[in-house]
């Protein structure tokens, strides 16, 4: 039996998607891609505008349907409620950072005054009016290629992405400069992949299980519990970021943020069990009024 992964269309899907594609198959499974149109990659309007599981919806559908076995997806993109129809995994994990790529080789202080920077996450946007509150915020969509392509063609002077996104499609080297998470906080789960299946599949959970990384599912577990816990969407001013250690510790900053910039909330903390940092981190956001912020 040749097991489907079901993939979105565009470069960093059916890379990332391949990756997986290719683990299997050295791990001794048969494993092909199967390609799902999904509503995000046929509207391009701002993602907060068209919803959260905008990337996700069609590729589970798909899978609860037998169309294909398994699914791949950036794990950041689904919801944060669990669904039990299906079994989940997170592999290795790639870089969570942020990477701004600029004309003219530039990083965020070298950016003129004004300069135009190109992303629709409030995350983001809001992060960047905190560090350039001059900074002229333009809206982005569109996969990779198109949205580097506003930079070249001299339409945008930089645009922040997903450090891994750049990696995964061997475009790393573009990236002018990569952000430490203390000056921009990634969004929880970032260069996380999730890789599902249907819970009663016998073969592909024994498969998908195969691509466990367990210290990456306890860190990106535990940063999607702030986003649940504050009950924020993904497209929320929420970020969080975690790391493990070898002993099991995990260290977790989690912030909230005013749109403009002009505020933000940061927890840091640190536990063993996922679920009790997460919940840890949000309680004590809402306890100094994250609910505000995010309602605004």
Same mark, same amino acid.
């Given at each position: ?233 993904? %497209?929320? /001013? &929420? +970020? ?5 250690? #070898? *002993? ?5 900053? @989690?912030?909230?943020? $005013? ?12 536990? %063993?069990? /996922? &679920? +009790? ?5 949000? #309680? *004590? ?5 994250? @609910?505000?912020?995010? $309602?605004?």
């Amino acid at each position: 039996m040749t097991l489907k992964i079901g993939t979105r269309r565009s470069n960093l899907a059916t890379t990332q998607s391949g990756h997986m594609r290719d683990a299997l198959i050295e791990a001794g499974y048969d494993a092909e891609l199967h390609l799902v149109t999904t509503a995000g990659d046929v509207n391009m309007a701002p993602v907060e505008r068209i919803g959260v599981g905008v990337f996700t919806q069609a590729l589970r559908e798909a899978l609860e349907a037998g169309e294909c076995d398994i699914a791949v997806h950036s794990f950041k993109d689904l919801p944060t409620a669990p669904d039990e129809r299906f079994h989940l995994v997170v592999p290795v994990r790639a870089d969570a950072r942020e990477a701004l790529i600029a004309r003219d080789n530039l990083t965020l202080d070298d950016l003129p005054q004004g300069a135009r920077v190109g992303t629709s996450a409030p995350r983001r946007i809001s992060q960047l009016k905190a560090v350039r509150p001059d900074l002229d915020i333009r809206p982005l969509r569109g996969n990779i290629e198109t949205r580097m392509g506003k930079v070249t063609e001299g339409e945008l002077d930089a645009v922040v992405l997903a450090y891994a996104g750049l990696s995964r499609v061997g475009q790393g080297g573009r990236a002018t400069q990569i952000f430490d998470p203390s000056v921009i906080l990634p969004a929880p789960a970032q260069g996380a992949l999730a890789i599902e299946c249907r819970a009663g599949d016998v073969k592909a959970r024994e498969a998908i299980d195969r691509l466990l990384d367990a210290a990456a599912f306890r860190c990106a577990t535990t940063e999607r519990i702030v986003l649940n816990r504050l009950e924020a969407g993904c %497209t929320a /001013p &929420v +970020a969080s970021h975690s790391t493990i250690d #070898a *002993d099991g510790t995990m260290h977790l900053t @989690a912030g909230v943020y $005013a749109l403009d910039g002009s505020s933000q909330l940061v927890y840091t903390g640190s536990g %063993t069990d /996922p &679920v +009790a940092l997460g919940e840890a981190a949000a #309680a *004590d956001l809402l306890g100094r009024g994250a @609910a505000d912020l995010i $309602a605004k």
